[in-house]
Every structure is written in structure tokens, then in C-alpha cells.
């Protein structure tokens, strides 16, 4: 084991963390936004508008991570109307591409999580609402929304920690975050075991905060299940 | 431009299913080694010997908190010297390389391995007690008790879980694709280059996946139905 290799590494597996981390938040927000549209859709009660956006979850929970993120990078490129359109800047960068692949994946899977909240809240609980005069929109804001988050955090967990370990694809395309400098150095200097360790264990404690900061949401939504002091 | 996927001298279609075979074969190899590690792991985080406990826990903890490109990194460059310092150790003194496949495998597999330890470990939790205690009442060994009692029913407690990890374990497969290994991802990316129709072949292969995903959901939901056929419906 070379431990001063180990430390002389670090600091350079550490200067892809912004990348990584501008990949796990953005894609995060984003996805966070197209699963609320999307979960609303599939509760719409709209029949062609259900069975659009439950294709659109089909297809991005049953296909792996690198076809979404290829077709993305590589696919979109190669018609001539997307690459006359005002997206273009944006498409023709790994970064953005590497956004919108992982935003639309763990977005399908993110509303799968919270349909199954909101679906979760009693139905009782919004007769209250509505016999209280509260109108539909109200009541969702205040009563079934605020509950469904708190019901789907844990579920949402597993998620997070599925999205740190995704964006280590964003290296396929060229994207220099921890993994694709890991991968970088280790072609270099063929010390495997070192450098898996080193970037193993930033994703591990990437991973060990994130699920950290999921409990704190946890506790803090749920104040009147910890004892008065 | 559909003549590109098909099966003539002109067309990929005959790649691409031997791609799709390859994946099935990485796929099913990787998760019944993963059964075969998650078993081992469970027990032995069912055991009563704390550094089996640790051992089992900082591997299922490790594995499924790391990205699996980088597990699949780590067999692909550092395999074959692991290979060959065990052959050594066991008097061997040449170099032994693993080859693509057998990497593939051992990489998917030791991942779907961690989380079916910790679906089998539900399963086998889930049996209940006094039933082992039945069966050593009457006399049964420990092997017997195992064959006839805890299997059969971890197994139908396990069905469900292992679905999902099924589903992890194929499409974790796609990232083996980076070692060359010609599975469907990596001949796709080949065609997509060859032919300058990213679009069409990348989009082939997710429909490709999608039909394996499906059949295969399917496959397990009549293994539940059949695996619970004894069981009282409330």
C-alpha cells in the first residue's frame, strides 16, 4: 500500500468534487421539479395524459442510466432541427447533457416515490380539509403535499444515495468529476487499490452526509413525534 | 435507414442480438453469483461471531454506498494481479488474466451480492421462530431443518426483493460495456460510430433493454404467484 500516493491524490480526486457535487444538486432540483409534474399528471385523471407519463417512467426505470445518458450526448446531436435550435449551446456540452440525463431519470423515479405519497395520505384527512372550506388546490397545498413529503423521505433516501453514485457516469462523456479522474490516474500510475480507495471512500462520505442531512429533514418534519422537554 | 438493424450483411440486427445474448448471459451469471455471495452474506450477518457481522457489514455498507463504475474499474485494472497473487499463493507462477467476461461477472456480481444480502437477510428473518422450533422437535438436523423449513420459504419471502435487485443486475450489466466486453451497450456504441446514427441505435437498445426488463418482470411475477400457491389468500 503506498499511503503518500494515497495522500498525494487527494487533493486532486478532490478538485472533481465541485463537479460532482453540481451534478448530484442540479440534477437533484431539477428532477425534484419534473416529478411533482409528473406524479400530478399520473393523478390527473386524464387517461392520455396518465398513460404518457406513465410511459415516460416506464421507459426511464427500465432502461440502465448509460443508454439515457448516451442518447442524450450522442443521439440528440445528430438531427439537423436540434442542432439549428436555441438549445444547441446547451446540448453540445457534456455538462448540460449529463443534467438533463440524470434530471429525466431520477425524475421518473422520484414521482414513482411520490405518487405513492400523496396516494398514501387519508382520504379522510382531505374530506376534513375540504369540510373545513377549503378549496382542491388548498387543501393540496397545506394538507396532502406537506404530508406526502414527510411520508416519501426515507424512500427519497435511497434515492439520493442512487443519484451520488449515478453521476460518477457523467465520466462516460468526458466529464472530469471524481470517478473520471480516478479512472484517469489510475491509468497513469496502475495503482488500483490506492486510488479505488480514495475515491471510494469520498463517496462514501458524500453518500454518509447525504443521508444525514435526509434524517434532519426527517426530525424536523416531524415534531410531534419527539418528546415536549 | 431501418435496414441498418436488419439481419443482412449491411445490417447490425445479428450483432445486436448477440450483444443482447451476451447481456442476458453477463446478467444471469452476475446475479446468480450475487445469490450465492448474498447467502454467504447473510448468514454470516445472521451469525453469532462479531467479525462476521463487521465483515459482512462494512461490505454490503461499501459496495452499495460507492458508484459501480468504479467497482467495475477497480476488477477491471486490478483483477487479474489479484488473480495472480492467489494463483501464486497456491503455487502457480504464472500470470493469469482474467478475461472480459469473467470480470464483468465477478464486478456486477459482487454488487447484486450486497443487496441480496440484505433482501435474504429480511427473508430469512421473516420465518418464524417456532417453526425452527417445530422441526428441531421432532428431531430434525440442522442440515434437514435448512432443506425442508428455511430455504423454502426464504426463498418465497426473498421473490419479491430479488425482482428488484433482477433489475439493478441487468442494467448494471450496460457498465460493463466499458471494459470492451461485447455485450448490447458496448456493440451499440460500435454501431452508433460505425453507421453516424447515434440516435437510431442508442434508442434500439433501450427498447431492447425495455423488452428485457419486462419479459423478465413478468417472469417473476409468475414465480411469486407459483411460489405462493400454498399460501391462504386473506
Redesign the interface.
Known amino acids: 500500500m503506498n499511503w503518500q500516493l494515497m495522500w498525494d491524490s487527494l487533493p486532486r480526486m478532490l478538485g472533481g468534487l465541485t463537479l460532482t457535487l453540481q451534478l448530484i444538486v442540479g440534477s437533484l432540483a431539477l428532477g425534484a421539479l419534473v416529478a411533482f409534474g409528473v406524479a400530478l399528471l399520473r393523478l390527473s385523471g386524464n387517461r392520455v395524459v396518465e398513460t404518457l407519463a406513465a410511459a415516460y417512467v416506464f421507459v426511464f426505470r427500465g432502461t440502465p442510466l448509460l443508454v439515457q445518458i448516451f442518447l442524450v450526448y450522442y443521439g440528440l446531436g445528430q438531427f439537423e432541427f436540434i442542432r439549428d435550435s436555441i438549445l444547441w449551446p446547451f446540448l453540445r456540452e457534456p455538462y448540460w447533457c449529463a443534467i438533463l440525463a440524470l434530471t429525466l431519470n431520477t425524475g421518473a423515479y422520484t414521482s414513482e416515490v411520490l405518487r405513492g405519497a400523496i396516494l398514501s395520505v387519508p382520504q379522510g384527512q382531505v374530506e376534513a380539509a375540504r369540510a373545513c372550506g377549503m378549496s382542491r388546490a388548498l387543501a393540496f397545498r397545506r394538507i396532502v403535499l406537506p404530508v406526502a413529503i414527510r411520508q416519501m423521505l426515507p424512500a427519497y433516501g435511497n434515492e439520493v444515495i442512487l443519484m451520488v453514485k449515478a453521476t460518477s457516469l457523467a465520466s462516460t462523456i468526458t466529464l472530469m468529476e471524481v470517478t473520471g479522474i480516478a479512472r484517469r490516474m489510475i491509468a497513469q500510475t496502475f495503482a488500483v487499490f490506492e486510488l479505488f480507495i480514495v475515491a471510494g471512500a469520498i463517496y462514501l462520505v458524500l453518500n454518509f452526509i447525504a443521508t444525514r442531512l435526509i434524517k434532519f429533514a426527517e426530525w424536523r418534519l416531524t415534531p410531534y413525534l419527539r418528546a415536549r422537554a | 435507414m431501418l435496414e441498418l438493424l436488419s439481419f443482412g450483411p449491411n445490417g447490425w440486427g445479428g450483432q445486436l442480438l448477440m450483444g443482447t445474448a451476451m447481456t442476458v448471459a453477463v446478467a444471469v451469471s452476475a446475479f446468480a453469483f450475487g445469490i450465492l455471495v448474498g447467502s454467504l452474506g447473510a448468514s454470516a450477518k445472521l451469525s453469532h461471531s462479531l467479525a462476521l457481522n463487521v465483515v459482512a457489514d462494512v461490505y454490503t455498507?461499501?459496495v452499495?454506498?460507492?458508484?459501480?463504475?468504479?467497482v467495475i474499474?477497480?476488477l477491471f485494472?486490478?483483477g487479474s494481479?489479484v488473480a495472480t497473487s492467489i494463483a501464486s499463493a497456491f503455487g502457480y507462477d504464472g500470470r493469469v488474466d482474467l478475461n472480459a467476461f469473467t470480470i464483468g461477472v465477478l464486478a456486477v456480481g459482487l454488487i447484486s451480492g450486497a443487496y441480496s444480502t440484505e433482501v435474504i437477510r429480511g427473508a430469512v428473518q421473516s420465518v418464524p421462530f417456532g417453526q425452527i422450533e417445530a422441526a428441531r422437535a421432532c428431531g430434525m438436523s440442522r442440515w434437514l431443518i435448512l432443506r425442508r423449513v428455511l430455504v423454502p420459504q426464504t426463498l418465497r419471502f426473498a421473490l419479491p426483493g430479488l425482482g428488484n435487485v433482477w433489475q439493478l443486475t441487468l442494467?448494471?450489466?450496460?457498465?460493463v460495456?466499458?471494459t470492451a466486453l461485447a455485450e448490447l451497450?458496448r456493440i451499440?456504441?460500435l454501431a452508433?460510430g460505425a453507421t453516424?446514427?447515434?440516435?437510431l441505435f442508442?434508442?434500439t437498445?433501450?427498447v431492447l433493454?425495455?423488452m428485457l426488463?419486462?419479459i423478465s418482470t413478468a417472469l417473476f411475477n409468475r414465480a411469486e404467484i407459483s411460489a405462493n400457491r400454498g399460501v391462504r389468500r386473506a
Do not use: C, N
Open positions: 455498507t461499501i452499495r454506498g460507492i458508484p459501480e463504475l468504479l474499474y477497480l485494472f486490478g494481479g442494467k448494471d450489466t450496460a457498465l460495456s466499458v451497450m451499440t456504441h452508433a453516424r446514427q447515434p440516435f442508442y434508442s437498445a433501450a433493454y425495455l426488463t419486462t
